[in-house]
């Protein structure tokens, strides 16, 4: 591939919209990794007894939010003007977030938490359900490997650069600065004119459909397309995965390998950076390579990368997410682009909302998995975690290769 891997992913940004609307996700995404960390801080300020309970409920509502939200989202995107959407839900977010550090009970975080994280759920989807209508379809892998390639990147080094301003201005003032990136993202949107975030948008989406029918819809779309329904069964086998790294890696570094706090950091964040480098580099494979070669080989390669990690030194540890978070991203990433190729454009609001809410029920299931794993049999349970994933992945490929099944 060489010059042209690197640099094909950013062809996407000569579509004016659509870098806009990329620039305005980094700024967000900066700003998520800025709260996240202020708000660890914070539940210590609150509660240092109860902090990780605390945060552990925080993460839960999160989640929650997504699950409850995200379907609606998709349907209230196809009835009305997404610019309004994006730039009402970044309001809102910017608003809550500029509160936070006046919290001085657990049950206001919760509120705040809730709260941001709902609209957070309408603006993921509606962001997702723009990006195939407003770029052409021959860049539309490229755009989408772009865009998670940041989300992966950010999720590394954001929390990084979070660290030093959170020590330079304060645990509470590293709002403030979420604030501030959030409204550089409304600004950016508000500069994108309204027709060309309505592209795709049926005239009789916004008429007054019932919501809950549309949410259905959405739900039956998303499992009834066989392509798609493959891929969302990937993703739920490698949050299984990715729960265990996620969960038990800290266990692993500093329990079983006896090391300190910074070869927890260095191991997750190479972690990061092998899932980056790929969502990166894959939009630019060829682009008549099947979508099931990512699919199959992202669940098996991340499943094998966690099974020996308990027999490991630290630096096979190292190489071995390295692959796990190859693996990740590759069994991953296909589901947006399939959603895109294989659901009528009048249908993908609902169908990426769907998506959203799932993907999230999936590490939902995953985490508590992880977790007992991590608990019972504390020398063992990458194997497990590992074997689980391997399993799964082999019945969902059997299930896929029936004869009546279509070729992805």
């Known amino acids: 591939m060489g010059t042209n891997a690197i640099t094909e992913p950013f062809k996407a940004l000569r579509n004016t919209i659509f870098a806009k609307l990329y620039f305005a996700q980094i700024a967000s995404l900066f700003g998520d990794a800025f709260t996240w960390l202020g708000l660890a801080l914070l539940t210590y300020e609150i509660s240092p007894q109860n902090a990780a309970t605390i945060l552990a409920t925080a993460l839960t509502l999160r989640v929650t939010a997504y699950i409850i939200f995200s379907p609606f989202a998709g349907v209230v995107s196809e009835k009305f003007q997404r610019k309004q959407i ?3 839900t970044q309001v809102a977010r910017m608003t809550i977030v500029c509160m936070l550090p006046f919290v001085n009970a657990e049950w206001q975080l919760y509120g705040l938490i809730f709260a941001l994280n709902v609209f957070a759920a ?4 509606t962001y997702r359900a723009i990006i195939p209508q407003i770029v052409q379809k021959e860049i539309y892998r490229e755009a989408n490997g772009l865009s998670m390639a940041t989300f992966q990147l950010l999720s590394v080094f954001g929390p990084a650069l979070a660290g030093i301003l959170a020590v330079w201005l304060g645990p509470t003032q590293i709002f403030f ?3 501030v990136t959030l409204l550089i993202a409304i600004l950016i949107i508000i500069t994108i004119p309204k027709a060309a975030l309505q592209k795709g948008v049926i005239k009789e989406n916004t008429t007054s459909k019932n919501t809950w029918n549309e949410v259905l819809k959405g739900i039956r779309l998303l499992f009834g397309n066989k392509i798609v329904r493959f891929a969302l069964s990937i993703e739920f086998i490698s949050a299984i995965a990715g729960a265990m790294v996620l969960v038990n890696t800290i266990g692993l570094v500093k329990t079983s390998l006896q090391l300190d706090d910074e070869h927890y950091g260095w191991i997750m964040s190479i972690f990061g950076v092998g899932a980056a480098i790929t969502a990166f580099l894959l939009g630019s494979l060829d682009k008549s390579k099947t979508r099931s070669i990512s699919l199959i080989s992202g669940a098996m390669l991340v499943g094998i990368a966690i099974s020996f990690a ?7 540890l190292m190489f071995l997410w390295v692959l796990a978070g190859i693996g990740q991203t590759l069994a991953d990433m296909p589901s ?9 454009p009048k249908d993908q609001g609902k169908v990426y909302g769907a998506h959203f809410a799932f993907s999230h029920l999936w590490w939902a299931i995953a985490y508590p ?3 007992f794993l991590g608990t019972q049999f504390p020398d063992r349970e990458f194997l497990y975690g590992g074997i689980t994933t391997i399993v799964l992945a082999i019945v969902a490929i059997l299930l896929i290769r029936k004869p009546a099944s279509k070729s992805i």
Do not use: D, K
């Open 310 to 316: 308990n027999f490991l030194p630290y630096n096979g």
């Open 122 to 125: 309408f603006f993921t989807p």
């Open 177 to 179: 600065v979420n604030g």
């Open 86 to 88: 994006l730039v009402i």
């Open 336 to 344: 947006e682009t399939l959603i895109g190729e294989n659901i009528e």
């Open 369 to 371: 998995i992880a977790g």
